[in-house]
């Protein structure tokens, strides 16, 4: 069925960060990204490592995060 506070976000309000490296860590990603707008979750992947997923609560908060902190 899926995670309730999760299902309501439309896709837009995910993001995808890449090129983390083996150091990817949840606090520094929270503090970047939520600079930006509140965040509703952050999830780093540990096998393989290397990329982490930010969910924004709002899409426009999400576009505003990807157009600064794209390529850095």
Not at 22 to 38: I, M, S, W
Not at 56 to 70: I, K, N
């Amino acid at each position: 069925m899926g995670d309730p506070l999760h299902r309501d976000c439309p896709l837009d309000c995910k993001v995808y960060v890449g090129n983390l490296g083996n150091n990817g860590n949840k606090t520094e990603l929270e503090r970047a990204f939520g600079y930006y707008g509140p965040l509703r979750s952050v999830w780093v992947a540990r096998n393989p490592p290397g990329f982490a997923f930010v969910e924004f609560e709002d899409p426009r908060d999400a576009s505003d995060a990807v157009r600064e902190l794209d390529g850095r």
